[in-house]
């Protein structure tokens, strides 16, 4: 069953075409993995996954049932988060508010569920810590967790590893794997080629007019990546 | 120079005195819990922008032959319009927000420095509304209403939203995806400040009311590890850096803007030492 469905989309960024007549779906339990060079729109797609913008022609259809609100979203982390006073379980918190429909305060429930996601990422120890005294690695895990503190059913997650070092990097994919393993659908972005032909089972290449989709198989038949893989060789 | 105890023993100089900490304190609170999104968001100079913004509409009802008990009615739909024109400015990026709020509020500074000048000279009028007045009582009851007002609106509202303001200021991208409407906050973060820089302009002076707003916020940000913590602190900071100021202004006989703007700069410079450690 697919979740998502993007038919013959076209997404601007800054007044510029970023994306043409895209189409493609996600499948309900798969990793799919968007990869393309800087400016190719691959944040921009995620954007429009999440409902932050609009796509100017075609359209993004749901599956019946399944809402924005069952996306928990890992935007790339700001430059104003570095220096910014709040606790680590406050953050984790922050989640709670996308499962929220009325109401102005967490119930114990919805507590607990946050409580749940910090023992599971290994936070606990950090959950009276100042965010910006975290390391990166520490930091991109925190915001995992507030992703998966805001919804159960998918994943999106814009370069979760970026800026990490590669055991910080290793960590994270790995708790990523472990979550599309118990059945949560991820859709990410990275330019780390390497770990996007590992863990993901779809690719979806950005290349304005000429993007590939497809399983990842098929990716590496393609001769859009024997090109790249060609050029970096 | 009277001590505090002769001084309120006059129940008309004591009634004056009350009055100007009950509407200094209110506006010391609803400005420090401003001042807590504004400054992580860097809009800070928000507040120092709009205050001059005052300035030149306070010049302009001068010139207008408006009374002065008329100045707050209708420098506050100007700050108003100010304050969401800059916050458009800065977000749409079509000026970066510093130079946008330098263009404004240097623009309305010089327009009512002008006003007044063409208007009879720089009177005391015009002094007092850059430095505050000299005295704090040209406050009146209908001050202290506006204030009582403002303060329990901003209270209000910030207790309902906390988790939405937190969210909406620690990642605005993520807030707007768990439909965290950022726009229409950000509209009702603009139109609070507004009030409470034209309620405070009149205490503070325009040139110290943005004190109140990015003090109190520094002070408890080297203090404090949580959001929570940082605004009940700056809450705190804010309110005692007042009294404290307000006290020193009225025993020694000094205006009260710049002593309570003091006081501030010894909690900010104290918490950085405690920080330092």
Wanted: proline share 2%.
């Amino acid at each position: 069953m697919n979740l998502i469905e993007c038919n013959d989309i076209t997404l601007s960024y800054d007044h510029r075409q970023v994306v043409g007549h895209l189409s493609f779906s996600v499948e309900k339990g798969s990793c799919l993995c968007i990869v393309g060079e800087n400016g190719s729109g691959k944040s921009t797609l995620l954007k429009a996954l999440v409902g932050l913008i609009k796509p100017e022609q075609g359209t993004i259809t749901f599956a019946k049932g399944f809402t924005r609100k069952d996306i928990g979203y890992l935007p790339q982390r700001t430059e104003v988060q570095q220096d910014f006073p709040a606790s680590v379980e406050e953050v984790v918190r922050s989640g709670l508010l996308n499962r929220k429909k009325k109401g102005f305060f967490f119930g114990r429930q919805e507590k607990e569920i946050a409580l749940r996601v910090m023992d599971e990422l290994e936070l606990n120890d950090l959950a009276g810590l100042c965010f910006r005294e975290l390391s990166g690695g520490q930091q991109q895990r925190v915001l995992l967790a507030r992703a998966l503190t805001s919804a159960d059913e998918m994943l999106v997650l814009d370069e979760p590893a970026t800026g990490l070092d590669p055991l910080a990097t290793a960590e994270l994919y790995e708790i990523i794997a472990r979550k599309h393993r118990e059945g949560m659908t991820i859709a990410m972005v990275t330019h780390d080629m390497e770990a996007a032909i590992a863990n993901a089972d779809v690719i979806l290449h950005l290349d304005y007019d000429r993007s590939f989709f497809g399983t990842t198989a098929q990716y590496l038949a393609s001769d859009l990546y024997r090109h790249i893989a060609g050029g970096t060789r | 120079m009277m001590g505090l105890r002769q001084l309120l023993s006059d129940p008309y100089i004591s009634g004056i005195i009350w009055r100007g900490l009950a509407v200094g304190g209110l506006v010391s609170l609803c400005a420090a819990l401003l001042g807590v999104t504004l400054v992580l968001k860097r809009f800070a100079m928000i507040g120092d922008g709009l205050s001059h913004v005052g300035f030149g509409a306070v010049a302009l009802s001068a010139l207008l032959g408006l009374g002065g008990e008329f100045q707050m009615e209708f420098a506050l739909p100007i700050v108003t319009v100010a304050s969401f024109l800059l916050l458009h400015l800065t977000v749409k990026g079509k000026l970066k927000g510093d130079a946008a709020i330098a263009v404004i509020s240097s623009s309305a500074m010089a327009v009512g420095v002008i006003i007044y000048h063409a208007n009879g000279g720089m009177t005391a009028d015009a002094c007092n509304s850059l430095f505050g007045s000299a005295s704090v009582i040209t406050l009146s009851q209908k001050d202290l209403l506006i204030s009582t007002l403002l303060s329990v609106t901003v209270m209000v509202l910030f207790m309902l939203l906390y988790h939405r303001i937190f969210s909406a200021t620690f990642d605005p991208v993520f807030a707007a995806a768990s439909g965290v409407a950022g726009a229409g906050y950000q509209a009702v973060i603009a139109l609070l400040t507004s009030v409470t820089v034209v309620v405070g302009m009149k205490m503070m002076g325009a040139v110290m009311i943005s004190a109140l707003i990015i003090f109190p916020a520094l002070t408890a940000m080297r203090l404090c590890k949580s959001f929570k913590g940082v605004v009940l602190t700056a809450a705190g900071v804010s309110l005692v850096c007042f009294v404290v100021g307000f006290i020193v202004a009225c025993v020694a006989g000094l205006p009260t803007g710049p002593c309570v703007v003091v006081v501030n700069l010894v909690a900010l410079l104290a918490a950085s030492f405690m920080n330092k450690r």
